[in-house]
């Protein structure tokens, strides 16, 4: 079974960085996107910023030029470098991967969605 393990979140004041880092383990064939979502209280939660298998990244607005994700070469970690953390970046963050499951016998199963228990970031003063 997948499993993606967060950490790296904390308390920083305002103007701060944080790294958050995500690893994914178990049965994995491969992995194609990967990325952060975040949900503030009283918020739907929303996309922060993703990377694909050949590293192509996307980003919320909000967070352009501020934060920075990267795939390490495993292909099956990723980080979020925050940087300039502002209040109202505050939020649980997720991390989410598209997972190609390895079946039990070696086969190849269907893409699914996997979340992570998610880490807490709080940006205060």
């Known amino acids: 079974q997948v499993q993606l393990v967060e950490s790296g979140g904390g308390l920083v004041q305002p103007g701060g960085s944080l790294r958050l880092s995500c690893a994914a383990s178990?049965?994995?064939?491969?992995?194609?996107?990967m990325g952060w979502y975040r949900q503030a209280p009283g918020k739907e939660r929303e996309l922060v910023a993703q990377i694909t298998n050949s590293e192509n990244t996307n980003y919320a607005d909000s967070v352009k030029g501020r934060f920075t994700i990267s795939r390490q070469k495993n292909k099956n970690t990723i980080d979020l470098q925050m940087n300039s953390l502002r209040p109202e970046d505050t939020a649980v963050y997720y991390c989410?991967?598209?997972?190609?499951?390895?079946?039990?016998?070696?086969?190849?199963?269907?893409?699914?969605?996997?979340w992570g228990q998610g880490t807490q970031v709080t940006v205060s003063s």
């Open positions: 178990g049965g994995i064939f491969t992995i194609n996107t």
């Open positions: 989410n991967a598209e997972v190609v499951p390895l079946l039990p016998g070696g086969t190849v199963g269907t893409e699914k969605r996997s």
